[in-house]
C-alpha cells in the first residue's frame, strides 16, 4: 500500500521510533514538525530539515504520528483528532509509504524472542531479512537502507496496533494472550482489542499462524477463516495442529522435524516459539531441513529466560536464571514452570498492573522464598504473603537490591537437603523505577553473578591449596 503524496506530518513524541519517522518521512521528502514534552539530541533531525515546536496543537497537520509511549487518548491526541488530524503509529506509516513485506508478530509473552528466531532462521536459508518495530531498532530506520524484496520480521506491540488502522501484513503470528499493560489500557479486555488490530485487515491473500492451545486465538481464527484467510495451528499437546510438540520432538505437518534437546534454547515456552517459527519459515518455501537447521543454530535474545551461571553453595548446585523481559503474568508463569524447584524467585519493578491470581498453583509447587525490590516491591510481598515466604528489599538502587537478592538466595540454599536449586529473576513489572530499561536490568543481574561465580571458584581454589598446604 502506498502514499505518495507530499504531506505536512507532526511526529509527536520522539525516542526510539519518532526519531527513526522523522528521518524517513524526510528521506521520502515530507515536511516534517516534532514535537516531544522533553526533547533531547534534536540538533540531528534539525539538520535535517525537520521544525520543532513548542506548540502542538497550533499548527495545520495532514496527519500526526504519535511514538507508542504516548497514549492513544492524550489530551493533545484526542484534540488533534478532533481538528480531522489522523493520528496513527510508526509501522502503520511504513506500512501506506513503502512496499514493505511485512511479516508481524505480537503476543504477551515470547514475542521479541519469535522474532528474532524467525529473521534468524530466514536469513541463514539465504532469504532477505531485517529485523524491526517493537524489538530494536524501529522500523523506519531498517527501511531507509533496506535492499528490495527485503522480508520485514516485524514485533508489534499492544501500543503500536491501537495505532495502526490500515495496516495488514503478508503473515500475522500471534503466540498468546494474557494480561498486560492494563495501566495503560483499562481492562484485559481492551488490551486485547488493541492487539486484534493485527488481524483486523486480513483478507484471502494473508496467512494466521496462532496458538490452538489460546481459546481466544482460536475464535479469531474462526473469524479469520470464515473469511477466507489462511490459518496454520500449533500446540503443545494436539496432535491435530499443524505444528506441534510430542514428548521432546517437534513436528510439523506431522512429521518430525527437530528433538527439543537439539535446540540451544530450552524451556516450555520455547519450544511453542519454535513451532510458530516453523510455520512461517515453511510459508516462505524454506525445506524441513533448512528449518531444522535454523532452528538449532540460535542462541536466544539477551533478557529473556537464559541460564547465567551455577554456585556450589555448600553441595547445593545452584543456578541462575535471567529472565528480565518477563514482565507479565503469562511470561513469568513460563518461567516458573520452565524452572527446576526449589526456586528462589526475584521480582518487583514498577508496577504494571500485576495480579497473581493465576500464578498461585505454580508459585505453591515451586517457589521456596519470593524476594521484592523496586516500588513494586512492598506491594507484591504483601500480596504473596500467606502464599510463600517473601523478603522484601527496600534499597532503592537497582544494582544494590539485585545482589542483595543473589545474596540472600544463595544464603538460602546453604542447608538445603536438595541437590540442585535456581535463583530466578522474572520480575513481573517494568524496570523503569531502578534502570534504564529491561537490557540494563538483565546486564546488572549478570553482572553480579559472574562475581559470585569468580568469588565463589576463587574461594574453592584456597580451600583446596589449604587442604594440600
Request: proline letters at 3%; aromatic letters at 8%; hydrophobic letters at 40%.
Amino acid at each position: 500500500m502506498m502514499d505518495t503524496k507530499k504531506l505536512t506530518v507532526l511526529v509527536y513524541g520522539l525516542g526510539r521510533s519518532g526519531t527513526a519517522v522523522c528521518e524517513l518521512l524526510r528521506q521520502q521528502g515530507h515536511e516534517v514538525v516534532f514535537y516531544d514534552a522533553n526533547p533531547q539530541n534534536t540538533q540531528d533531525l534539525i539538520a535535517l530539515g525537520c521544525i520543532a515546536t513548542p506548540a502542538p496543537l497550533e499548527g495545520d497537520f495532514d496527519m500526526c504520528i504519535a511514538a507508542p509511549g504516548v497514549p492513544y487518548d492524550h489530551v493533545d491526541l484526542v484534540a488533534l483528532r478532533h481538528t480531522g488530524t489522523e493520528t496513527i503509529g510508526e509501522v502503520e506509516w511504513v506500512y501506506r509509504s513503502t512496499e514493505a513485506d511485512i511479516i508481524a508478530i505480537t503476543a504477551t509473552a515470547g514475542k521479541t524472542t519469535t522474532t528474532q528466531w524467525l529473521h534468524d532462521v530466514l536469513a541463514s536459508a539465504g532469504l532477505t531479512t531485517a529485523v524491526g518495530g517493537n524489538i530494536d531498532p524501529a522500523l523506519s530506520k531498517v527501511v531507509q537502507t533496506a535492499e528490495e524484496d527485503t522480508i520485514f520480521v516485524t514485533e508489534m506491540s499492544s501500543f503500536g496496533l491501537e495505532r495502526s488502522p490500515k495496516l495488514k501484513p503478508h503473515t500475522v503470528i500471534v503466540l498468546n494472550l494474557g494480561r498486560d499493560h492494563i495501566d495503560r489500557h483499562g481492562s484485559i479486555e481492551d488490551y486485547w482489542l488493541a492487539k486484534k488490530n493485527i488481524i483486523k485487515n486480513l483478507d484471502i491473500h494473508s496467512n494466521f499462524i496462532y496458538s490452538l492451545d489460546d481459546p481466544e486465538l482460536c475464535k479469531w481464527a474462526e473469524e479469520l477463516t470464515a473469511k477466507g484467510v489462511h490459518c496454520f495451528s500449533f500446540s503443545s499437546s494436539d496432535s491435530s495442529a499443524d505444528a506441534y510438540l510430542k514428548e521432546t520432538m517437534i513436528y510439523l505437518n506431522a512429521k518430525p522435524l527437530i528433538a527439543v534437546t537439539d535446540l540451544k534454547i530450552e524451556g516450555h515456552h520455547v519450544y511453542t516459539n519454535a513451532l510458530a517459527v516453523a510455520l512461517a519459515a515453511q510459508l516462505r518455501g524454506l525445506s524441513f531441513e533448512q528449518i531444522a537447521i535454523g532452528l538449532r543454530s540460535f542462541e536466544g535474545v539477551a533478557g529473556r529466560y537464559n541460564y547465567v551461571s551455577s554456585i556450589d553453595q555448600q553441595g547445593t548446585l545452584v543456578s541462575f536464571i535471567e529472565d528480565s523481559i518477563a514482565t507479565r503474568e503469562l511470561a513469568v508463569k513460563a518461567a516458573l514452570e520452565s524452572t527446576p524447584a526449589p526456586i528462589v524467585w526475584i521480582l518487583g519493578g514498577q508496577d504494571k498492573g500485576a495480579s497473581f491470581t493465576e500464578l498461585q498453583d505454580v508459585i505453591r509447587e515451586k517457589v521456596s522464598l519470593a524476594i521484592t525490590i523496586g516500588d513494586a516491591g512492598e506491594h507484591f510481598a504483601a500480596e504473596l504473603d500467606g502464599l510463600v515466604d517473601v523478603k522484601h528489599l527496600s534499597q532503592p538502587d537497582g544494582d544494590r537490591a539485585l545482589e542483595a537478592a543473589c545474596n540472600i538466595g544463595l544464603d538460602f540454599f546453604s542447608d538445603a537437603q536438595s541437590v540442585t536449586a535456581t535463583v530466578l529473576l522474572a520480575p513481573m513489572a517494568a524496570s523503569f523505577d531502578q534502570f534504564k530499561d529491561y537490557k540494563e536490568r538483565a546486564r546488572s543481574f549478570r553482572n553480579i553473578v559472574e562475581r559470585l561465580s569468580a568469588r565463589s571458584l576463587a574461594q574453592a581454589a584456597e580451600l583446596e591449596l589449604s587442604h594440600h598446604g
